[in-house]
């Protein structure tokens, strides 16, 4: 027989509103990403229109067109006034091409991989604690570790990466006094951009990126289109295995939240190896709160890297208990751009 329900009907302590977000932001976010698809925010960029005038030139029916313009106006991506939608400061700034800090990029590749966001290789992701992106080979095992047949998705990925680091580049950097660094190593992750926005804010600095050679081949092209070939070079090596050049500033941007602790301790033991004394270490990510109850950006950031990568986002209390570990002092966590911070060490 089946077990009987509680037919009573109670009051409940709160509304059910949270329940609802979740379900709400389930279908309500992918409408962004429909929005960016359609080429929504591009369409806008000569003026405001109608939905009419949308629909038209979209070539889709307006229940469905409300639908994804309502979810943009409500989130501020999109303005409604006198029945015409206009774009907003953030969608000029991140979703235009044209735009130096244009975001869709990142965008294209989450949709490029939609598959990886479903219930189904989130839930194989927990369950499995492994990777689901690229073959289940994650981000550093099937692009970075092993570029050799994957120039194409190295170029589309590196693209994605370059579009989330162009804004943050210009703000970390003017959070220390930096200029007694005559030599920064950016190890290990992205197009190079952080490298780009560093030699802009301090004059006197070089920086050679580390990291495998398929991958600095891409960012080379990066730096070409950057014009900082005087100042910016790479550097063609296995992280893990070789070598890094000698440099008295270590940057790490994204890197760490796709490793494991082990890895990222390796990493910062060989950091402070290569340093010498007066080096600094500076680790760029989005950081938990120290008793790990949130941010929800962190925590949602996490369960990205659980269906892209083995690693995870780190606390700025964890982050500092690797640097103290390693022998690095003076060790502060500093708010940097949007949700990202900065950990940085000197070593003694």
Known sequence: MAQNLNVNIEEPRVDDRKMWDVVFAVYGYPALLLAHKLKVFP????????????????????????????????????????????????????????????????????????????????????????????????????????????????????????????????????????????????????????????????????????????????????????????????????????HWPSADLHFFSNMYHEWSPEKCNFLTDKSFMSLDSGGRIIIHEVLYNDDKTGAFAPAAFSMLMMGWTEGEQYSGQELKEMLKNAGFVDIQVLPAFGYYSIVTGVKP
């Open 43 to 242: 369409l806008l960029a000569d003026g405001p229109l109608t939905l009419i005038e949308i629909c038209d030139a979209l070539n889709i029916k307006r229940r469905p067109a409300e639908a994804i313009l309502t979810v943009a106006t409500s989130m501020g991506f999109l303005s409604l006034q006198e029945g015409r939608y206009a774009l907003t400061v953030v969608s000029e700034d991140y979703l235009l091409e044209k735009s130096p800090n244009y975001f869709g990029y990142f965008w294209d590749l989450m949709i490029d991989n939609h598959q990886v966001f479903s219930f189904q290789n989130l839930e194989m992701a927990v369950i499995t604690d492994s990777p689901q992106v690229y073959g289940g080979e994650g981000v550093g095992d099937g692009i970075f570790e092993k570029p050799e047949n994957q120039v194409e998705l190295l170029k589309r990925f590196t693209r994605g990466l370059h579009s989330i680091d162009k804004a943050a580049s210009l703000v970390w950097p003017t959070l220390l006094d930096l200029s007694q660094h005559r030599m920064m190593l950016d190890i290990g992750r992205g197009s190079g951009v952080q490298s780009f926005g560093a030699v802009q804010k301090l004059p006197e600095l070089q920086v050679l990126i580390l990291d495998f050679p398929q991958v600095c081949e891409v960012i080379q092209e990066y730096i070409t289109q950057y014009d900082v070939q005087d100042r910016v070079k790479t550097y063609a090596a296995n992280i893990w295995k070789d």
